[in-house]
């Protein structure tokens, strides 16, 4: 039985979701504006080429089509770097229960059409991909994902997504209070 936390983060991985078929190759290409850098929260290993997609998204993909070459993933834990929600310390045993879900979740959603693989290969990309904030407007969650796919061999950076996306589900904390409402 699923419990009230798990229903949350159910809720709130759309973000997660779209970013982890971005990062497989399920994208549209923009049209590249000038614009201001994307926010930095030092997550990925570069942020110079972003392009703003819109008002919440920046996001890079390597000219060269690198990622199509890639038939298989390595998948990265998922990093929590979110300390705080609402002026609360978040618990490192949340932090490793939404990692958790979440790295199974991106896995489920990639799982049909690519392989996560644990060994490199010419044909791997490595996923990365991290929860760097989690604020509340409102009564909706708001979480800043930032992930990017690097070569498995040379770890140069093949794509990369920064995205803030506010949760469908409508609550009064996050996923440990019980005053949460879905």
Sequence with gaps: MKTQSSKLI?????????CAGLMAGLVLMGCKTEQAPPPRSGFLSSYTQMEKVDETTWRWIDPNNRLASYNKFILHPVTVQAEVYEGEKISPETRERVSNYLHEAIVNALADRYP?????????????VGI???TKTGLKLN????????????????????????GKAHLGSWWDRRTLRI
């Excluded at 159910?10 to 779209?18: D, I």
């Design 143 to 166: 979480l800043c994902v930032e992930g990017e796919i690097q070569d498995s061999y040379s770890a140069v950076q093949v794509a990369s997504v920064v995205a803030s996306r506010m």
């Design 116 to 128: 996560i693989v644990s060994t490199p290969s010419t044909d791997t990309g490595e996923i990365r």
């Design 10 to 18: 159910a809720k709130c991985l759309s973000t997660l979701v779209a």
């Design 132 to 134: 760097t904030d989690a």
